[in-house]
């Protein structure tokens, strides 16, 4: 190489990863409609976030939780609008439940979690042996959530056999209205 090429490459030697970033953040400080279009952007990402639903999964579920099942629904069922209880159950199981006001419409609520003293390594018993063993502290915690329970349906939901193999050991005892409506206040007794 020549000594001309040499002081040709220092001359205009390329720029470091670090001179790069900072020319293309000066570059978009200095162009409005980048900075427009970049604002619009960010406010509708906040706007779709605060709007959207807090989406909750069994395991994060406590007593007191108001939320909203998306129960899937035989079409046959129409007065049920908050869904069937083996409808609830499998929706809870698969796809969570979104978090709702109290004060506001509501499928159901949680009256009670139960932690089950099950050793880990204690085979799956089945749901419907969990949801048998469970019922009636399921129901003594809805009176006591409830008050007078006439009004509500208790349904109880076990963990399913890949919960419970990966060590989750509780029951959620969610109410509901009896007549499948969606609740439209607190159901829980104001002490």
Known sequence: MSSHEDRERDRYRRASFEEQIGGAIESFWHNRTARLVA?????????????????????????????????????????????SASA??????????????????HSHEVAFVADLADPVPTAYPGSAALEARESEACRVSMDVYVGAADAFELIVVPPDAARWDGGIRRVVCLLGRRDGAFLDRPARVQP
Do not use: M, N
């Open 88 to 105: 609830v159950r499998t929706a809870l199981l698969e796809q969570g439940a979104e978090r709702a006001s109290c004060d506001q419409s």
């Open 39 to 83: 604002a619009i952007g960010l406010a509708w990402y906040l706007v779709i976030r605060l709007i959207s639903p807090q989406v909750i999964g069994f395991e994060q579920l406590v007593a007191g939780d108001c939320v909203y099942i998306r129960a899937l629904q035989d079409p046959s069922l129409v007065s049920r609008p908050a869904g």
